[in-house]
């Protein structure tokens, strides 16, 4: 109650602030953070915070307004040095142009204007009940993809760009839609944002590959496409012979979140096969996810201050990459010798995101006579794996991208919609809740396999619950400690692991029309 009387208290001053024409009060930087953090749950006006690329701060504590013309933010602010120290306030006018990011105390209605801002900006929010008692459990999607026949929780075909979760990390990602025989004339791909997050898309396409009787294609992890023939399943693994959903997957390590294992696959082929590839249909468990919330709410109300800074200097990738990502590593496929009696390294797959299964081919570079031998190796509690295969590649082919002819957004043809996802320097903005159909128009003549690929970023929504959780130090050890951080963190993950799951996806927004169903 007590805190709630001091949120209350801090909202009339604003309130108060806002309506002068002289702002005398001097805001410092520490008031400016509770505002934006702790002013979801009052009735204050729209509070704005803008990251500067130069590094300073302007503070817009309400009455603020985008002018579309002009492309800038207009109103009262107050301005703040790379060291958060009190510049001066002032009417301003500040171009959308000049800014990083921008943080907001309550969701925005991207009506009016507000729609310019949304790609750069981070939402403070609360969390729903179901996700009170496990805050980093929250479901988070990226765009997820779907058939118009898809009906259920776990039917998505293919999540987008699931490590772009700022600006900078931008990029585009190709999916398996596992439609492998299509032949219709109009194809349309449904579209959801089901999670408190804002998605800017640049671009969807549908990839179609025509293919000939037989034949079946797939992706490696570098994008190239081949035809390939025969499917052999592993001998000792009835679990990874089939694509049915029923997937491996092992508990995490409760010493040390880093430890690996091994899965050994044996299969029986025709010596006179050559050019083989290992298929593998495969997603991440609810790890990846937990550690992105657990950055996040280690970054606290500096949480925009952060992303900001990484968006300025342009090393979060390489700073993510040499983290945890390093340490977790990959899923590796080795293949036995029988001349050296030893395992000979292959490659390895990869793809972050939890929701869609992916499927992937990596060649095999030594051919063995008879009988294969793989070992997969793999961090423990990271992978969950449906089916194993080996084929016979045949020829690598060029794909064929394709962009929508038509988009709905809720059933209602969007002119405006379609222009932002085939325009390569417009985005699409979509906000939590939202749906869209897009149609695609094949020859209905050819047989194909199709793919999907999205380029866009995602922002994910601050959630004040998180706040409690700020460690500057932790957040300091994830990125430049990674193994040290993995053995500490064991014992908290493995509390979040034994619901995870249903907290995760007891949590999706919903996103109409469709009616998701267990």
């Known amino acids: 109650m007590k805190n709630y009387v001091l949120l209350w208290g801090l909202g009339l001053l604003i309130l108060s602030a806002s309506a002068c024409k002289e702002l005398e009060y001097k805001w410092h930087y520490r008031d400016v953070q509770d505002a934006v953090h702790k002013t979801q749950d009052i009735p204050t006006e729209s509070i704005l915070k803008a990251h500067l690329k130069n590094g300073e701060v302007y503070f817009f504590p309400g009455a603020w307004w985008v002018d579309t013309n002009s492309r800038a933010v207009q109103g009262m602010a107050y301005r703040y040095d790379a060291n958060r120290d009190f510049l001066d306030s002032a009417e301003r006018s500040l171009p959308i142009a000049s800014v990083s990011l921008f943080e907001v105390n309550k969701e925005l209605d991207i009506s009016s204007g507000h729609q310019m801002l949304a790609p750069l900006t981070v939402v403070n929010i609360g969390l729903s009940f179901v996700c009170l008692a496990n805050p980093k459990a929250c479901f988070g999607s990226c765009p997820t993809f779907y058939s118009v026949e898809d009906q259920g929780l776990f039917s998505a075909r293919a999540e987008g760009f699931s490590n772009a979760i700022c600006p900078s990390l931008e990029y585009a990602d190709i999916d398996d839609l596992m439609i492998s025989e299509y032949s219709d004339s109009l194809f349309t791909l449904v579209m959801k944002n089901e999670a408190q997050e804002t998605h800017v898309l640049r671009s969807v396409q549908l990839v179609a590959l025509a293919q000939n009787e037989g034949e079946r294609i797939f992706q490696s992890r570098k994008g190239d496409f081949y035809a390939t023939q025969g499917l052999w399943l592993p001998r000792n693994n009835e679990l990874l012979a089939t694509a049915d959903g029923q997937e491996y997957f092992s508990e995490a390590d409760a010493e040390n979140l880093a430890s690996k294992e091994e899965l050994i696959l044996e299969f029986d082929l025709d010596p006179s096969q050559e050019d ?140 405006q919609a379609k222009t932002e996802l085939n325009d390569p320097d417009l985005q699409l903005v979509s906000m939590p809740g939202d749906y869209f159909e897009l149609d695609f128009s094949l020859d209905p003549n050819q047989d194909y396999a199709l793919f999907l690929k999205a380029e866009g970023y995602y922002l994910e929504w601050m959630r004040k619950e998180w706040l409690a959780d700020k460690d500057l130090w932790k957040l300091r050890q994830m990125f430049k400690q990674p193994a040290l951080y993995l053995k500490r963190e064991a014992e908290a993950y493995k509390i979040y692991e034994q619901n995870m799951e249903e907290v995760f996806w007891s949590s999706q927004v919903p996103a109409e029309p469709l009616t998701l169903k267990p």
Not at 307 to 316: P, Q, T, V, Y
Not at 349 to 364: C, H, K
Request: hydrophobic residues 40%; negative net charge; contains cysteine.
């Open 276 to 415: 083989l590839g290992l298929v593998l249909d495969f997603r991440q468990t609810l790890m990846t996810t937990y550690f992105i919330y657990s950055a996040l709410s280690y970054m606290g109300d500096e949480v925009a201050d952060i992303i900001a800074k990484f968006e300025n200097s342009g090393d979060l990738y390489e700073t993510m990459d040499q983290g945890l990502k390093s340490e977790l590593g990959e899923l590796e496929v080795y293949l036995w010798n029988e001349d050296t009696q030893g395992w000979d390294f292959q490659g390895a797959f990869y793809e972050t995101g939890p929701i869609a299964i992916n499927r992937q081919i990596l060649d095999l570079a030594h051919q063995p006579k008879g009988p294969l031998k793989l070992k997969l190796l793999m961090n423990r509690g990271l992978w969950r794996i449906d089916r194993a295969a080996i084929c016979s590649i045949q020829r690598k082919l060029e794909p064929q991208a394709l962009k929508p002819i038509a988009v709905r957004k809720a059933g209602i043809e969007s002119a």
